[in-house]
C-alpha cells in the first residue's frame, strides 16, 4: 500500500521568504509526526498530531514554525521568515497505535540561501 | 528529561564480521524499542523493534537484545554485507506518543 508521502522533495527558498512542506500520511492513521533532522543527527521532534489537535508542540523551534492538520489527515508544516538555520530534511511520520512503529516518509529537503 | 544516547557514532568492518550498536535509555517507563536503518538520501526505515516483555529478538542476521534493569538495548548484526551499511539509529517509546531517537551510528561494512 502507499506509504508516508511528502511534497516537496526539495526545496530551495531565500532567506526571509515564507514556505509549506505537505505531508500525506497512511490512510487511517492517526497520529501524525513532524521531525527535523540535520546532516549526521538523529531525527528532532517537532510536533505531534493525534486526529486533528496539535497534541504536543514543544519541539517547535519558535513561533515561525506552525503546522496544521485540519481534517486529520494531511499535514502542512509552515515556516515564516525563513532563516538559513532552517536547513535541514523535514520528515514525517505516521503510525496507527502506540508502541506500534513510525512510517517514515521520505523528506522534503529545505535549503535556505 | 528524557534521553537516548547511542555508541558508537561510526563503526567499521570487514565484511562478513559482526557488528553491534548499543543504546541506553533514561526513562525507566520506556517499554517499546524499535531500530531504524537510513541510506543516504532515503527515509529511515524499521529493521527490527522489541517490546519490554521479552528480552531478545531475532530476524535472520539481525537481532537485538534488551536489559530492562540496566536500561540498554543492542542491535547485532551479523555476517554483515556491503549494503548494510547505512545510518542506524535507536529509539525509546514509553507508551505514550513520544519516540526518543539516538544520535545515530554510521556503520560501514568493508569488502
Known amino acids: 500500500g502507499a506509504g508516508v508521502s511528502q511534497t516537496p522533495s526539495n526545496k530551495v527558498t531565500e532567506k526571509g521568504k515564507y514556505v509549506e512542506l505537505r505531508c500525506d500520511p497512511i490512510?487511517?492513521?492517526?497520529?501524525l509526526y513532524w521531525y527535523r533532522q540535520s546532516l549526521g543527527q538523529g531525527p528532532e521532534f517537532l510536533i505531534y498530531?493525534?486526529?486533528?489537535?496539535?497534541?504536543?508542540d514543544s519541539g517547535l523551534p519558535n513561533d515561525r514554525f506552525f503546522a496544521v492538520r485540519p481534517e486529520g489527515s494531511v499535514s502542512t508544516l509552515k515556516i515564516q521568515r525563513t532563516e538559513r538555520g532552517d536547513s535541514a530534511v523535514y520528515l514525517c511520520a505516521s503510525r496507527d497505535g502506540n508502541n506500534s512503529p513510525l512510517h517514515f516518509g521520505n523528506g522534503t529537503r529545505l535549503t535556505v540561501t | 528529561g528524557e534521553n537516548v544516547e547511542q555508541h558508537p557514532s561510526t563503526l567499521s568492518v570487514q565484511e562478513g564480521d559482526s557488528a553491534v550498536i548499543k543504546c541506553t535509555y533514561s526513562?525507566?517507563?520506556?517499554?517499546?524499542f524499535p531500530w531504524y536503518k537510513q541510506e543516504l538520501g532515503k527515509r529511515p526505515q524499521l529493521i527490527i523493534d522489541?517490546?519490554?516483555?521479552?528480552g531478545e529478538k531475532k530476524d535472520q542476521r539481525i537481532a537485538v537484545t534488551l536489559n530492562k534493569t540496566a536500561k540498554h538495548f543492542s542491535l547485532h548484526i551479523t555476517e554483515t554485507q556491503p549494503e548494510d551499511s547505512a545510518v542506524y539509529f535507536c529509539?525509546?517509546?514509553?507508551?505514550?506518543?513520544?519516540?526518543?531517537f539516538g544520535t545515530g551510528t554510521r556503520l560501514k561494512v568493508l569488502a
Open positions: 526513562d525507566s517507563a520506556s517499554n517499546y
Open positions: 490512510s487511517g492513521h492517526t497520529a
Open positions: 522489541i517490546r519490554s516483555n521479552v
Open positions: 529509539a525509546a517509546s514509553s507508551g505514550t506518543y513520544k519516540y526518543i
Open positions: 498530531f493525534q486526529g486533528t489537535g496539535a497534541a504536543d
